[in-house]
């Protein structure tokens, strides 16, 4: 890299590390503790790329970017901060950061961001995210601090404003509803109507002109679009070619495998084409186990809102609740916690009151949609995929370079997944695959693998 990069965050440590790493990246680096001294520098012209916590003594980083902006037009500004909700990542985008990214980070994650900011920089890059002041509550109905939480919030905070079709996936219980919601009540068309089309509204014939009339241009969902019926889902289609005037977003939501819904004939492909501008995969709860204890907090919370005493776990209760498989995902624990909120004896509730609760549900079902058929060998599995992709092209090869795409495809989880089984020690992750760790090292860097092997800066 190339560049002067302006660093702002009162915590010493974070300053010396990005100091340190973007010295040796071949930046030159001005760091300060300071948004006053920040801003000085930004208004003598200094650097090409700014990184800014948000909560500094001296102000609030995200309330600076506006004048960052008005001064100096074009300049990246990444914004970095440990109040990674959600809305963090929004009022970012709103105030027209460059990029998010929530702490703890991921070092060579940042130094990548940072390299393309100074890329972004050179070409007099906008963001693409922008959206305009509001009065907008402090919170959206999702909680999460995981890095898979921060990378959803990231990707709602990115398709927000746009004309962009939205298709959620994910599976029965993780909030995909939620979260199609909350992306039309804090979007631009959030005045307009959110209208959920079902098929028995689509039909007859006057159906997708009725459902157009009643959303006026402003959201339609398809819930569990491949539970329609394919009649319907053809009427969809002619729906979303024919609209013209007063265009509404469209968005879509299931918890099945897409690509085998296609293969059995319960989603169109071109509906599926027409839905899948934007993709969210919402993950699942057993994906995201350290968001236990949060949700936990704002279930009982919400419960004392609507009445009921106001209670806690204790931590053996807690470390339970935690090891629950949690088939149903945070709708199954929403109703758990809300149960035991009504019917816990003293304000902190005992392991004995959540066995009592958890011993009447289900440890496990299957996940709908698991990609590999029983008894399926991983080679089959892998030939039926490669199998469907080139069937999705039709008459047409796939683009060139298919090898390297299909050998990275595979090669990332498989490293990730080794990576994350022997604790992010190298050395043992080179000697389980059976490769040289200078190769491990390299393919790390080029299939750009950080999840596993993150970096937590405090």
Same mark, same amino acid.
């Given at each position: 890299m190339d560049g002067t990069i302006l660093v702002a965050d009162d915590d010493r440590t974070i300053r010396t590390v990005l100091t340190q790493a973007l010295t040796r990246a071949g930046c030159k680096v001005h760091a300060t503790s300071s948004l006053t001294t920040l801003m000085r520098w930004v208004g003598e012209g200094k650097g090409d790329v700014v990184i800014s916590d948000v909560m500094m003594p001296d102000g609030n980083g995200l309330e600076m970017l506006p004048k960052i902006a008005a001064d100096r037009p074009g300049l990246p500004v990444i914004v970095i901060s440990a109040q990674n909700t959600i809305?963090?990542?929004?009022?970012?985008?709103?105030?027209?950061?460059?990029?998010?990214?929530?702490?703890? &980070?991921? !070092?060579?994650?940042?130094?990548?961001?940072?390299?393309?900011?100074?890329?972004?920089?050179?070409?007099?890059?906008?963001?693409?995210?922008?959206?305009?002041?509001n009065d907008r509550p402090d919170e959206l109905p999702l909680v999460g601090r995981t890095p898979s939480m921060q990378a959803l919030y990231r990707l709602i905070a990115r398709v927000l404003n746009t004309d962009l079709s939205v298709l959620i996936t994910g599976e029965s219980g993780t909030g995909k509803s939620l979260i199609a919601r909350a992306i039309h009540d804090f979007s631009d068309r959030r005045t307009l109507p959110f209208v959920v089309a079902s098929a028995a509204d689509l039909q007859n014939i006057e159906g997708p002109a009725q459902v157009l009339a009643k959303s006026k241009g402003g959201t339609?969902?398809?819930?569990?679009?491949?539970?329609?019926p394919a009649e319907v889902q053809a009427r969809i289609v002619r729906m979303m070619d024919n609209t013209t005037d007063n265009l509404p977003r469209f968005m879509a939501t299931s918890q099945s495998d897409l690509n085998r819904a296609m293969e059995d004939g319960r989603?169109?492909?071109? !509906?599926?084409?027409?839905?899948?501008?934007?993709?969210?995969? =919402?993950p699942a !709860?057993?994906?995201?186990?350290?968001?236990?204890?949060?949700? =936990?907090?704002? &279930?009982?919370?919400?419960?004392?809102?609507?009445?009921?005493?106001l209670r806690k776990l204790s931590n053996e209760a807690l470390e339970m609740v935690r090891a629950h498989p949690w088939p149903g995902n945070v709708r199954q624990l929403e109703n758990a916690?809300?149960?035991?909120?009504?019917?816990?004896?003293?304000?902190?509730?005992?392991?004995?009151e959540v066995a009592a609760v958890l011993g009447g549900q289900p440890e496990s079902e299957p996940v709908p949609g698991g990609g590999v058929e029983e008894g399926e060998m991983l080679s089959a599995s892998i030939g039926r995929h490669l199998r469907r992709y080139f069937d999705l092209h039709g008459d047409m090869l796939p683009p060139p370079g298919l090898y390297g795409r299909i050998l990275k495809e595979m090669e990332a989880?498989?490293?990730?997944?080794?990576?994350?089984?022997?604790?992010?020690?190298?050395?043992?992750?080179?000697?389980?695959?059976?490769?040289?760790?200078?190769?491990?090292?390299k393919k790390i860097t080029d299939l750009d693998i950080s999840v596993t092997r993150r970096r937590k800066l405090m």
């Amino acid at each position: 890299m190339d560049g002067t990069i302006l660093v702002a965050d009162d915590d010493r440590t974070i300053r010396t590390v990005l100091t340190q790493a973007l010295t040796r990246a071949g930046c030159k680096v001005h760091a300060t503790s300071s948004l006053t001294t920040l801003m000085r520098w930004v208004g003598e012209g200094k650097g090409d790329v700014v990184i800014s916590d948000v909560m500094m003594p001296d102000g609030n980083g995200l309330e600076m970017l506006p004048k960052i902006a008005a001064d100096r037009p074009g300049l990246p500004v990444i914004v970095i901060s440990a109040q990674n909700t959600i809305m963090t990542a929004i009022k970012a985008a709103e105030a027209e950061a460059y990029d998010y990214l929530p702490k703890p &980070f991921d !070092l060579p994650d940042l130094m990548k961001r940072t390299a393309r900011a100074l890329e972004a920089g050179r070409k007099s890059a906008t963001p693409a995210l922008v959206a305009p002041d509001n009065d907008r509550p402090d919170e959206l109905p999702l909680v999460g601090r995981t890095p898979s939480m921060q990378a959803l919030y990231r990707l709602i905070a990115r398709v927000l404003n746009t004309d962009l079709s939205v298709l959620i996936t994910g599976e029965s219980g993780t909030g995909k509803s939620l979260i199609a919601r909350a992306i039309h009540d804090f979007s631009d068309r959030r005045t307009l109507p959110f209208v959920v089309a079902s098929a028995a509204d689509l039909q007859n014939i006057e159906g997708p002109a009725q459902v157009l009339a009643k959303s006026k241009g402003g959201t339609i969902l398809f819930d569990e679009v491949t539970d329609i019926p394919a009649e319907v889902q053809a009427r969809i289609v002619r729906m979303m070619d024919n609209t013209t005037d007063n265009l509404p977003r469209f968005m879509a939501t299931s918890q099945s495998d897409l690509n085998r819904a296609m293969e059995d004939g319960r989603l169109r492909q071109d !509906l599926f084409y027409r839905l899948s501008g934007a993709s969210i995969e =919402v993950p699942a !709860l057993r994906d995201r186990v350290d968001d236990i204890p949060l949700l =936990v907090e704002h &279930f009982l919370q919400r419960a004392e809102r609507e009445g009921l005493p106001l209670r806690k776990l204790s931590n053996e209760a807690l470390e339970m609740v935690r090891a629950h498989p949690w088939p149903g995902n945070v709708r199954q624990l929403e109703n758990a916690i809300r149960r035991l909120a009504l019917t816990a004896r003293v304000d902190e509730i005992t392991k004995p009151e959540v066995a009592a609760v958890l011993g009447g549900q289900p440890e496990s079902e299957p996940v709908p949609g698991g990609g590999v058929e029983e008894g399926e060998m991983l080679s089959a599995s892998i030939g039926r995929h490669l199998r469907r992709y080139f069937d999705l092209h039709g008459d047409m090869l796939p683009p060139p370079g298919l090898y390297g795409r299909i050998l990275k495809e595979m090669e990332a989880p498989l490293i990730e997944i080794a990576l994350e089984a022997t604790g992010g020690n190298q050395a043992k992750c080179a000697d389980l695959l059976g490769i040289n760790r200078n190769t491990l090292r390299k393919k790390i860097t080029d299939l750009d693998i950080s999840v596993t092997r993150r970096r937590k800066l405090m």
